[in-house]
């Protein structure tokens, strides 16, 4: 074997050593943030509707509402005409879950550019995160 070829053996058979790397994070580009943080308040907000759906179905199915208008009429006595679905219809809470959806979508994304805003005024005093990257 010839001492080139004994050179590229020896150095096949030995493991990769792992490279390390730090970087320090000093900016944070404003529009990303902004695009990233609209993207998960609009899925937030998605969930916030889908789940007070499937809430008001299982309090529904289960005769949570009608439980409740029972113990409503024995506290507040015959004559009262109250009723629970009255004031939580499915309409009701599935307009009230998507205002708050629409408000979830607004402050969050309102969070996000003011963290970004932020996080870059203070890169000028504290020099940024120092951020370990591997290769492996």
């Known amino acids: 074997m010839s001492n080139v070829a004994e050179k590229l053996a020896k150095k096949s058979s030995r493991p990769a050593q ?35 759906f ?16 029972k113990v409503l009429t024995e506290i507040a006595g015959t004559g009262s ?16 879950a998507i205002i708050v959806a629409i408000l979830d979508v607004i402050v969050i994304t309102a969070l996000g550019a003011i963290a970004a805003v932020l996080y870059n ?6 020099g940024g995160v120092m951020l370990g990257f591997t290769n492996k």
């Open 54 to 69: 499937l809430i008001w179905s299982l309090l529904n199915q289960t005769g949570v509402f009608d439980s409740v208008n």
């Open 121 to 126: 005024l203070t890169v000028k005093i504290t």
């Open 18 to 52: 792992t490279k390390q790397v730090r970087l320090r994070l000093v900016y944070i580009d404003f529009w990303s943030i902004l695009k990233l943080s609209f993207l998960w308040s609009i899925i937030l907000g998605i969930i916030t509707v889908v789940a007070a």
């Open 81 to 96: 005409n109250f009723d629970i679905n009255s004031f939580a219809s499915l309409g009701q809470v599935m307009g009230f």
